[in-house]
């Protein structure tokens, strides 16, 4: 699995909270209860540190790719993984039932065509790159074109056989620590080793603040180096990341090939040193060079590891998309990751599962693979297909399809549903058929009269309509562009057609799903143009001191009603964009983004300026725009949540 995450070498050393800063003459309370320093390394990294549920069992609380949730670190992010990967290859078989009964419903092409991979099997070099991607001039959404492909291949990496060598002597815990593995000095190009997690100084016999094993090697432009883990008495669930000498992540995983070993590979860009470093489920290093850095807690036991440094074999395919088109594709077979590129090229969806069980019943996105991958086309051109990872056949199905709505004589509508609703939040994983509480129930809680309440409605819409209208437009990407954004105040179109409503209101306690906000799919496309999304409001109208509390932010010298309306608006907009196509990005990075996932720096998604004080005149405006996918839910690349919203909601 290649997570590629840069720079997050201040994360990793604890500095990973991203809280605006104090004011004077008030500064604001530190955040509440929320991740620590090291699961916020862990979750920045990619490394979930919640409890796992049984292997394909659901796990408890509310789906997070769909949710913002109050706290990632108590979010069972690999056990949802599992499941959607367990579930995803009926639910597929399901949506194509359920799509030829449907009307109106987008169907996949009857014909499909068969592409078979020009390298010779047991060969590599000829489509390594974009620059060199076997063109499919076959495939599209055009007059004469076939919008349906299955690509057939393999790939034939170099085979490393691994020198055994013994474990390193502890303790081995930091980067400065690390064992010498001798890969990429002499003839050697891999090591294997059985080693213990809990035998060092820190493991639950000594400090316990966990045991890491690192291993040091050296590696040149475009090797791949691949560390996999096994263990052979089932005791130990453990993890594996790859750093630089500056101690920022370049790759983790955890949970590889539906089981708890693990295994990462990493494409080297320059010549240089780099860490390996085995460790048990439950938290990475706050500090990789401080060995008794770690949180606790983790899993320990013995394991064997393999590391090599070898020559890869990546297959690319050349497809020609119009502007608009929306692209899925579904992987089975040898490979362990798909993944799309854009014109520039960029990857712009890089995925090493298959989580389309997310999908509405009305997408005709494919799924039931190993991985999935889906993107919406902002430019016309040439645009790739990347299979890599793994040694052996493999199996892409790759469709295409125009927005649902291109040519509709109506328009999509977002509904912003103030006034308290009767939902049914079972769809959520909530109790059923439920009555949520108004907006108003809330006000005195932001210190908000009662009487300013057409004011903060107004305020939250004006907000919405600029995130997922205005600034659409002014990017004119799709001159056809449409969206309605209306309110309660100005009635209830909920249940016509093209409506998709955001109920705004209730509490977890009434729903009976502990989040901030849920929507009911991610829908690249928008094939399915009237569903349901939750923004519920006890945790943001909680008492200050949690960071997910807008009341945190708030001060004598704040406006109130212009602060409260812009953070809610934001988090409606999110949800809203959940609905129309888009992931989570990660809420880590210095790059603040509507799509931010939840658990940690809600600050930056609320808008919250550098005085660290919501309402003044130094709140940012958060946009839709470019940033990586969220690192913890399995995804990689860039993702231009704005360019994925914009054809779906079209006319």
């Known amino acids: 699995m290649r997570r590629s995450i840069a720079t997050v070498g ?12 104090s004011a004077p003459g008030g500064a604001a309370p530190p955040p509440g209860p929320g991740p620590s320093a090291a699961d916020r390394a862990s979750l920045a990294a990619g490394i979930p540190v919640a ?39 009926a639910q597929a078989a399901t949506r194509l039932k359920a799509l030829a009964t449907m009307p109106g419903a987008v169907l996949p092409a009857k014909r499909t065509v068969i592409v078979d991979e020009d390298e010779p099997a047991g060969t590599r070099g000829s489509n390594e790159t974009p620059a060199s991607a076997q063109r499919i001039g076959i495939f599209g959404t055009a007059a004469g074109k076939s919008s349906r492909i299955r690509i057939l291949g393999s ?18 815990g930091s980067i400065p620590l690390a064992g010498n593995t001798g890969i990429g000095t002499g003839t050697r190009k891999g090591i ?30 475009g090797k791949v180096i691949t560390v996999a883990t096994s263990t052979p008495t089932g005791d130990l669930d453990t993890v594996v990341v790859l750093f630089d000498p500056a101690g920022h992540v370049l790759a983790a995983n955890d949970d590889f090939g539906g089981s708890l070993d693990s295994q990462l590979t990493y494409k080297v860009p320059a010549a240089g040193t780099f860490y390996a470093m085995v460790a048990g489920y439950g938290g990475l290093p706050a500090d990789p060079f401080n060995p008794a850095s770690g949180g606790g807690n983790g899993s320990e036991g013995p394991y064997t590891v393999s590391i090599t440094s070898g020559d890869d074999d990546a297959d690319f395919f050349a497809v020609k998309l119009r502007a608009g088109d929306v692209i899925g594709a579904s992987a089975k077979g040898a490979n362990t990751d798909l993944a799309l590129f854009d014109t520039t090229p960029r990857e712009v969806h890089g995925s090493e599962q298959d989580a389309s069980f997310i999908y509405p019943m009305a997408s ?47 328009t999509q509508t977002l509904f912003l549903d103030f006034d308290g609703a009767r939902v049914n939040t079972g769809v959520f994983g909530g109790r059923g058929n439920v009555d949520l509480s108004p907006l108003a129930a809330f006000l005195a809680k932001w210190g908000i009269p009662r009487a300013d309440e057409n004011k903060l409605i107004a305020a939250v819409t004006a907000t919405v309509a600029e995130n997922l209208r205005k600034d659409m437009i002014a990017r004119g990407l799709n001159k056809r562009f449409k969206l309605k954004v209306v309110n309660s105040r100005t009635g209830d179109p909920w249940g016509r057609r093209n409506v998709s409503r955001v109920v705004v209101g209730g509490t977890i306690d009434e729903s009976g799903v502990p989040t901030i906000g849920i929507s009911q799919s991610i829908d690249p496309g928008n094939f399915e143009t009237e569903e349901t999304a939750l923004v519920l409001l006890d945790v943001l109208s909680d008492p200050a001191g949690d960071e997910a ?53 809600f600050g930056v998604l609320f808008g919250v300026g550098p005085d660290g004080v919501g309402g003044t005149a130094d709140d940012r405006d958060v946009d839709f725009g470019d940033d990586r996918f969220s690192p913890v839910e399995g995804f990689t690349g860039t993702e231009d949540t704005l360019g994925r919203i914009d054809f779906g909601v079209t006319s």
């Open 192 to 221: 294997e080793t059985s080693a213990v997690i809990g035998d060092g100084p820190h493991g639950s016999a000594g400090t316990g603040t966990n045991d890491f094993d690192f291993y040091r090697l050296t590696s040149t432009p």
């Open 51 to 89: 409890p796992k549920a049984a292997l394909g069992a659901k796990p408890a609380g509310p789906n997070p790719l769909l949710s913002i949730v109050p706290d990632a670190s108590r979010v069972d992010y690999s056990g949802w993984s599992h499941y959607l990967q367990h579930r995803a290859p």
């Open 549 to 601: 509390s807008l009341n945190t932010y708030l001060r004598p010298a704040s406006n109130r009603v212009a602060f409260v309306g812009h953070a809610l608006g934001n988090v409606i907009a999110h949800e809203g964009g959940h609905l129309f196509g888009d992931w989570h990005t990660d809420n880590s990075d210095a790059v603040p983004n509507l799509m931010d996932s939840g658990g940690a720096n």
């Open 10 to 21: 201040a994360i990793l050393l604890g500095l990973a909270t991203v809280i605006p800063g």
């Open 155 to 172: 790939l034939n990496p170099e085979l490393v056989i691994p020198d055994s060598v013994p474990a390193n002597p502890e303790d081995d």
């Open 364 to 410: 005709p996105l494919p799924g039931g693979g190993n991985q999935v991958t889906d993107y919406v086309a902002t430019r016309p051109g040439w645009h790739y297909i990347a299979v890599t990872g793994g040694r052996g056949g493999y199996d892409v199905t790759v469709e295409a399809y125009r927005p649902v709505l291109a040519g509709a004589t109506t």
